[in-house]
Nanobody, 127 residues
Framework: QVQLVESGGGLVQAGGSLRLSCVVS????????MGWFRQAPGKEREFVAA????????DYADSVKGRFTVDRDNAKNTVNLQMNSLKPEDAAVYYC????????????????????WGQGTQVTVSS
């Protein structure tokens, strides 16, 4: 059984930073393309960042480019999201997700493309 557990959320002032982590257990972590999504109250879940199985290719939503960085450690079954220069509009529940893929060069930006999800971690940004 594959499980994803996020951590690192919390309350931060605008302009501050947070680092989210997601530990994946079960399955083979290196077989998963990974992604981060977020969902604010009353809004749909939206893409934040994604990366290929090796981490060699990454993509970001335009709203977070230059401020967020995604990385993974295949030895530790962990994917991280470093969030800098946080804005009030970044406030949401953040989810990590895993997609089983045989393609080493593919990443995904739509929620339906992911097979497993974490429970989410709340990020609150005060202005």
């Amino acid at each position: 059984q594959v499980q994803l557990v996020e951590s690192g959320g919390g309350l931060v002032q605008a302009g501050g930073s947070l680092r989210l982590s997601c530990v994946v257990s079960g399955g083979s972590f290196s077989d998963y393309a990974m992604g981060w999504f977020r969902q604010a109250p009353g809004k749909e879940r939206e893409f934040v960042a994604a990366m290929t199985r090796s981490g060699g290719t990454r993509d970001y939503a335009d709203s977070v480019k230059g401020r967020f960085t995604v990385d993974r450690d295949n030895a530790k079954n962990t994917v991280n999201l470093q969030m800098n220069s946080l804005k009030p509009e970044d406030a949401a529940v953040y989810y990590c997700a895993a997609s089983i893929t045989s393609s080493v060069g593919t990443y995904y930006t739509r929620p339906v493309q992911y097979d497993y999800w974490g429970q989410g971690t709340q990020v609150t940004v005060s202005s």
